[in-house]
């Protein structure tokens, strides 16, 4: 992170302990795109549809969703 200087006031070491802490979280979490999960991995994708139920289900169960 580079320098930088009060321009104007004088703000105590506290308070620009936190200028510097909020900084710097915004800077990490601005670097790092969001991961998004591959969809080999998904969950969702490996559970069975639901099967279909009442007359002519076995006829309804082979069509697509």
Known sequence: ????????????????????AVIRLRMRNQGAPEQLAPAWNDVRLAMRPVTAVGADAWRRSSLPN
């Open 1 to 20: 992170m580079s320098d930088f200087k009060v321009t104007k006031g004088e703000p105590t070491d506290e308070e620009l302990a936190a200028l510097v």
